[in-house]
């Protein structure tokens, strides 16, 4: 079946292999190495030469290939029914013009090409649009893909950096492009960062600020949503100084380059900037004389000359102090 592979590909030194397995509930492709472990994306080690990984397929439910030095994908899922493809999955087929085959189920399709050196704007284009089916592998790190050798289109490995820009414009194009844009009304910050730290340990949650500042994220679903909470402790501390938040967190053990990403790391500071009600203020401190300080009392006294003076209750008082009061006011 891998015979219908272009050379580039079937000479490509980094293969493994995939298993169906439940992960959640759900039917998930996981990637194995050819001894049968889980296969990281990241370890390129653990990946072989075609004809090795074709020896064991027999035992897993298909092939894999990680995309490395500018190998690059484009995934349509559900696009071909009947035996025909989609309005969009042609056309793309037909600009990309490189190694195109049927995905596993047969109801999708996969383009293997190059796109090196080729700049992704997250910002501003999605890099899956799960509304269309549509994701796409461009100049990623790292990245594991299907390979069934199941052509549709049996050519070479094509760069496909020229036509790339026009398919992202009319697919994949965010409808708010993010931006470096978060909430104006926060006043800033009124400390350090080394303040900031020594505070937010020192607060009602300072056990759980600490743990997170030294990458334990016990507790939370994922590391994003770990982030996430870091940067909403950040977010009062810091006034909602969103260049000391970035400081503090890149400066701690949770940083990962996962923040590099311009869609994530503004997509998490507007999540923790609007999810606080109010910043921190330091109370502030004055002295006795400004406490009782009033500029609106006059100078002087008010005059009394020719105003009514009520006659004051002596006899509310108790006797040895009304005394006093009636002797007073009659040598006066």
Known sequence: ??????????????FGLW???????????????VRG??????????FCRLDEVAEKVSEYDGICIAL??????????HCVEDGKLSEMAAEIIDKVNSYTEYSPSGNGIRIIGKTDGFIYDQNKYYVNNRKLGLEVYASRDVGIVTITGNAIRE???????DVLPEILEKYMKRPDAVTDRYPTDVHGSFLTDEEVIEKASAAGNGERFDALYNGDITGYPSQSEAELA???ILAFWCGGDTEQMERIYTGSRLYREMWNRADYRTS??????????????????STA????????FPEAPIPLEGRPVPVFPVEALLKDIADYVLAVSEST
């Open 1 to 14: 079946m891998y015979e219908k592979l272009p050379k580039q590909l079937r000479n490509y030194p980094y």
């Open 19 to 33: 298993k169906y397995e439940q992960k959640d509930g759900k039917r998930t492709k996981v990637p194995k190495t």
């Open 37 to 46: 472990y889980n296969a990281n994306s990241k370890n390129l080690k653990q």
């Open 68 to 77: 490395v030095g500018g190998l690059s994908a484009i995934d349509i899922d």
């Open 155 to 161: 050519v070479p490995l094509r760069d496909f950096s």
């Open 230 to 232: 870091f940067m909403t």
């Open 268 to 285: 998490t500071l507007n999540k923790a900037l609007r999810s606080v009600t109010d910043f921190y203020k330091p109370i502030p401190v």
């Open 289 to 296: 004389e400004e406490d009782f300080a009033d500029p609106t």
